[in-house]
């Protein structure tokens, strides 16, 4: 945060504290919510309030967030300055082609099968592990290990067909979602 935006909320300039809320909250109750999920079995059983519960998470996922991006800060004041402006042509086209991917394999994903696309979001998106996952879905582990492999088999597949040009739609191939 900015010593501008931090004089203009101390100040009570509503619109500043606005800016920083929209910059920030959704990030922070997203994190909150899913740490939430994946510590659910350390809620004791009795009391009359969740907040507490809530508020303790918050507190840990912003001293998170603020060591991590203390570590950022540090490691880039590591980093060596260069004299020389570098040559970005190579970069520019590797991010176009690592965006290429991303989009293929982002209309990929919808094309997966609902219990694969679920299993692969729990374990890659969300990172919950084989057992949290088979929990959440209420399936045994080996099915969640075998439908996550299915799915990384399948959109790797339909990535590369997607990219080249050669994707068949799932009536072609013999498949109904």
């Not at 919510?33 to 809530?54: K, N, T, V, Y």
């Not at 001293?63 to 540090?74: I, L, P, S, V």
Request: with cysteine; hydrophobic share 45%; proline share 3%.
């Amino acid at each position: 945060m900015t010593a501008e935006m931090r004089a203009r909320i101390r100040a009570g300039d509503s619109e500043a504290l606005g800016e920083l809320f929209d910059e920030h909250a959704e990030d922070v109750v997203s994190l909150t919510f899913l740490e939430a999920w994946r510590i659910r079995e350390s809620l004791r059983p009795d009391g009359d309030s969740l907040r507490p519960w809530l508020l303790g998470i918050a507190t840990n996922v912003l001293r998170n967030r603020r060591r991590a991006a203390r570590r950022h800060r540090e490691a880039l004041r590591r980093l060596p300055v260069r004299d020389t402006v570098p040559d970005f042509a190579d970069a520019v086209v590797d991010r176009m082609h690592d965006a290429d991917q991303v989009a293929a394999a982002m209309a990929e994903l919808r094309a997966l099968r609902r219990a694969d696309r679920e299993v692969f979001l729990l374990c890659v998106w969300s990172q919950l592990d084989y057992a949290a996952a088979a929990e959440a879905l209420g399936v045994p582990v080996g099915t969640v290990r075998s439908r996550l492999s299915r799915a990384r088999t399948r959109l790797r597949a339909l990535a590369q067909q997607e990219l080249a040009g050669t994707r068949m739609t799932p009536v072609e191939q013999g498949e109904y979602r």
